[in-house]
């Protein structure tokens, strides 16, 4: 298409949000009628040749009582008709038993024609104009009296949005406008209406040069593969619809089109599903199938495995409206996973982009000679976020010991419209090339690309040919460089060690420490208060009376007690236990004095001593209360003692606040790194063989750092002696000034 004619076309349409909808709609909202009248527009264009026919055709079928009009397609030339009398700005030029009339032609009723018109539409486009809500426009239109201007601006001769030759009032010929170049008209009124409204902007529009890049790495590698076949593109989270008509258009190229395509997607958002099926039909596709709903909670392809798979899902954004639909008793131990789509492992709840690949994966297919290839975006998150056995890890795992991962670029900082984060693109496959197999490759893009002139959005560079062929090459020869590298998958994985280090207690009986046994922990303050008001009473009940003046204290005093310790606190049996508590202490205190012990085993010992010599029995709870209250952590005391073997070795309690994990690289023994890296600075520490798990993470700051070296300290010097230059008696003016 010639790019002059398109600007035209696209300005002008462009100009008549301003011309029409100004001051009676916010700017945010241009779209919202500019776009479905759009494409009621092309849709018109593409129906007047044969309105006559379908006319003719939809009288047949009424005269002989068939309500199915599904055969009108026949006489429409498209998978779509119209029934009504109108069309946008032609009207039949001869006279017939079918005549038509242009909706201009009679403006004082071009409501209610716009109306019948467009419940003149099939089905198929009815679902359009539902998810884009066109009708309740309509109300706000004609209370405004905008509906003739409107019509009448889309309807001009100045544009030709039609597939035949027309004239313009100057007489001037304007070329056709292909299905093809329709497409690339309202994809620029859609980028541009999303940089119009920043918040939005990018969220349903990939950038042209990353959708080019991705169906490249996509279908380069197999492209002598591929035969006269019938293959499938899918998009999870598709958007406009951009990723799978370059898909099928990069690939139809490359096989000089012996090869066809069946189009797969689902969109969530009901407009953005309006004009992604808006865009098929303008780009005149046949074979499309856009389900509507979220792909997470309610799979519109299930079942159903795909050659090729595209994707930017959403990164960064909640599943919580799906979870009901994903998983039972999330987080818990009786976690159960319903949709086998996502048995791998569960994301953190704040982000879905990982549970849309693990989608794609389980799409993938099992049975043919060329199996599957995935091309996803994703920010950095995808790559490294959780620990061993969590989520995140447990997806990349699955991803990297079934060896599915081929490829991950880095793109360029703030390519996107959306986001100036750092994003990747991941490439799979379940057919790697036998020099791939057991191997990843990483690549740097972050340099390849040229600034804007202008930014759109957060987007403030672009990737040109040159950029996207560099990449192809390195990704086609599978070579290292300094921005390609090449690794085993096992380099990516890692053991996290749990690393132990005894318990250590020194231990005494005072009458401070015993006096503390009196109160809970968690509500001392308050229990120390209510003691000195109300004393022994407490342990008769607490009344009414007692809880009305603790409730305004603790309120004075502004503390936040919790209900449970509030209930805790307002009963007399937990009173009583901790009297109870304190008097086993007092009566061990008579026995074994205020002996300092850095030895808690001995003092355990000597404690069971004296416990054996009482008329009653202590509980091993209450014991264990009794000797913590006691004691405290310090690293001068000898290690607890958890259990002594028959051989004589000894285990000892792990101290919780200095456990630690290491990161232990998977091609690495962990026995020699322990001992290498952990026993010289904490000779008493030990693993814990028990909490060993397994994880994967892919750091490009790690494998592509290049180090920068600090200035010359000289340098900096002068530096700041030149600043002081240049400042001298700024200051001395301000003051005078």
Not at 181 to 198: A, D, H, Q, T, W
Not at 201 to 223: C, D, N, S, Y
Not at 653 to 678: G, K, Q, S
Request: aromatic content about 10%.
């Amino acid at each position: 298409m010639n790019n002059k004619v398109h600007n035209q076309i696209v300005s002008f349409i462009w100009s008549i949000a301003d011309d029409v909808l100004r001051d009676d709609f916010v700017r945010g909202k241009y779209r919202d009628i500019i776009l479905p009248f759009t494409v009621l527009r092309r849709l018109d264009a593409l129906l007047i040749p044969t309105k006559e026919e379908v006319l003719k055709g939809y009288i047949f079928l009424k005269e002989n009582g068939i309500d199915d009009l599904s055969g009108l397609t026949h006489q429409s030339k498209f998978p779509f008709y119209n029934i009504s009398g109108f069309t946008f700005s032609d009207s039949s030029t001869v006279k017939s038993k079918f005549p038509y009339t242009a909706l201009t032609n009679d403006p004082a009723n071009i409501d209610s024609n716009l109306e019948e018109y467009l419940d003149g539409f099939s089905d198929n486009i009815q679902l359009i104009i539902d998810r884009f809500e066109i009708r309740k426009q309509l109300a706000k239109l004609k209370e405004n009296g905008l509906t003739p201007l409107l019509i009448e601006k889309l309807a001009s001769k100045e544009i030709n949005l039609s597939p035949i030759e027309i004239k313009n009032p100057k007489g001037e010929v304007l070329p056709p406008l292909t299905n093809l170049g329709m497409g690339y008209v309202f994809e620029e009124l859609i980028r541009k209406f999303n940089e119009e409204n920043n918040e939005e902007a990018g969220e349903h529009f990939t950038p042209r040069e990353i959708i080019q890049l991705m169906t490249h790495l996509i279908f380069l590698p197999i492209k002598d593969k591929l035969k006269v076949a019938q293959y499938s593109i899918y998009d999870s989270a598709c958007g406009s619809g951009g990723m799978l008509t370059e898909a099928e258009k990069y690939a139809k190229r490359i096989t000089d089109n012996k090869t066809s395509f069946s189009l797969y997607g689902q969109e969530v958002n009901p407009e953005t599903w309006a004009v992604c099926n808006s865009d098929m039909l303008i780009k005149g596709e046949k074979d499309y199938h856009i389900a509507y709903g979220s792909t997470l909670a309610n799979d519109g392809f299930q079942f159903k495995e795909f050659d090729f798979m595209l994707s930017n899902p959403p990164y960064g954004k909640a599943w919580k409206k799906d979870e009901d639909a994903v998983v039972n008793e999330r987080g818990k131990t009786n976690e159960v996973i319903k949709d086998p789509r996502f048995q791998t492992g569960l994301p953190k709840i704040s982000d879905c982009q990982l549970l849309f690949l693990s989608n794609m994966v389980h799409k993938m297919k099992k049975g043919t000679e060329l199996g599957s290839r995935i091309a996803s975006v994703h920010n950095g998150s995808s790559l490294f976020t959780g620990n061993a056995g969590q989520g995140e890890s447990e997806i990349r795992r699955y991803l990297i010991e079934n060896d599915l991962v081929e490829c991950i670029v880095a793109l360029p900082e703030k390519i996107f419209y959306n986001t100036g984060i750092p994003t990747y693109i991941w490439l799979l496959s379940n057919r790697k090339e036998k020099r791939r197999e057991g191997k990843i490759q990483l690549i740097n893009a972050l340099d390849l690309s040229t600034p804007l002139r202008r930014n759109l959005g957060e987007k403030n560079c672009e990737m040109q040919p040159s950029h996207i062929k560099q990449i192809e090459d390195l990704f086609l020869n599978c070579k290292e460089t300094e921005i390609s590298k090449v690794f085993n998958n096992e380099d990516f994985g890692y053991h996290e060690v749990t690393i132990e280090r005894p318990l250590r207690y020194k231990s005494q009986f005072t009458e401070e420490a015993i006096e503390r046994l009196r109160y809970v922990n968690t509500i001392s303050e308050e229990m120390t208060w209510m003691f000195k008001a109300f004393g022994d009473t407490l342990y008769e009940g607490i009344t009414k009376d007692i809880k009305q003046k603790t409730e305004l204290w603790i309120k004075d005093q502004d503390l936040k007690t919790s209900t449970a310790n509030r209930k805790k606190l307002f009963s007399a049996a937990t009173w009583k236990t901790q009297k109870e508590l304190m008097l086993i202490a007092k009566d061990i205190f008579t026995k074994i004095g205020d002996t300092l012990y850095d030895d808690f085993n001995q003092f355990n010992k000597d404690v069971d001593k004296v416990l054996k010599s009482f008329s009653y029995k202590v509980s091993a709870t209450n014991k264990k209360k009794v000797l913590l209250a006691v004691s405290w952590k310090d690293e001068d005391a000898k290690p607890v003692i958890k259990k002594k073997e028959k051989i004589g070795t000894l285990t000892y309690e792990a101290d919780a606040d200095l456990r630690d994990t290491e990161i232990v690289p998977l091609n690495e023994d962990i026995e020699v790194y322990f001992n290498r890296e952990v026993i010289p600075y904490v000779s008493d520490a030990w693993i814990n063989y028990d909490k060993i798990t397994k994880g994967y993470m892919i750091s490009f700051t790690r494998y592509f750092y290049n180090y920068s070296p600090p200035k010359d300290l000289e340098l900096i010097k002068q530096e700041i002696l030149d600043l002081e230059k240049e400042t001298e008696g700024i200051l001395e003016e301000i003051i005078k000034s």
